[in-house]
């Protein structure tokens, strides 16, 4: 690991590089199959057929671990899709959310992650870090509708995009419900709704506008 670099921070090539995938694939297995409670620095070495002392040396410890796959996680993922209107866009947003959400891999994970974060102060950083670049990576679609008069100036665009998300995750977690495409559609169309009403806009000028809905 570079000298001054936090565990899991180092964006290597060549050799590096496919040790680091090796052992991030096999820390998302050991997450999937077990859980982050049982998920363990020499068990992960074993998986990527790494040396244990890398694993160690490199990442440090599990939270070290988590946050690199996070981070990893945030670089694979699908960019930003530009439809031309904010309900399309925020139906796209909606429609990527689950699908990952209900992929085979991709949910139990996020599953483990979130659950691991409400008892660890260093992955809850590091998801939060992961949800804050997803949503300031869509909120350009907001400002856009601003631009083109769809909704009003001063919308908070990556308030707009959570109130998208929030439904879908919800489901997931607490309520069971089952998470197909019209549930996304939905929290996309109550998203949209809401922020051409005036309900995202900042400050003074939103609250004077829901006094007057």
């Known amino acids: 690991m570079a000298d001054g670099g936090e565990p899991g921070t180092v964006r290597p090539g060549g050799r590096t590089a496919r040790v680091r995938e090796a052992v991030l694939r096999a820390a998302e297995d050991a997450l999937t199959e077990l859980g982050f409670s049982g998920l363990d620095l020499a068990d992960v070495a074993r998986r990527a057929d790494v040396g244990k002392t890398t694993v160690y040396r490199r990442w440090g410890t599990v939270a070290g ?4 796959l ?5 670089e694979q993922s699908v960019p930003r899709t530009e439809t031309g209107s904010l309900l399309g866009d925020l139906t796209a947003n909606a429609r990527l959310v689950r699908r990952t959400l209900t992929d085979p891999r991709q949910g139990p994970l996020f599953t483990a992650l979130i659950a691991a974060a409400t008892g660890d102060a260093k992955t809850a950083a590091a998801l939060h870090r992961f949800y804050d670049l997803r949503v300031r990576e869509w909120a350009p679609c907001v400002r856009q509708a601003v631009d083109r008069g769809e909704v009003p100036e001063g919308t908070d665009a990556q308030e707009v995009i959570r109130a998208v998300s929030a439904p879908l995750y919800y489901h997931l977690l607490i309520s ?8 996304a559609d939905r929290a996309a169309e109550a998203a949209a ?4 009403a ?3 806009v900042r400050g003074e000028e939103g609250r004077r506008g829901g006094e007057q809905a």
């Open 65 to 68: 671990l988590v946050a690199d």
């Open 70 to 74: 996070l981070a990893d996680m945030a």
């Open 176 to 183: 069971g419900g089952l998470l197909d495409e019209a549930l």
């Open 193 to 196: 709704v809401a922020a051409r």
């Open 198 to 200: 005036g309900v995202f």
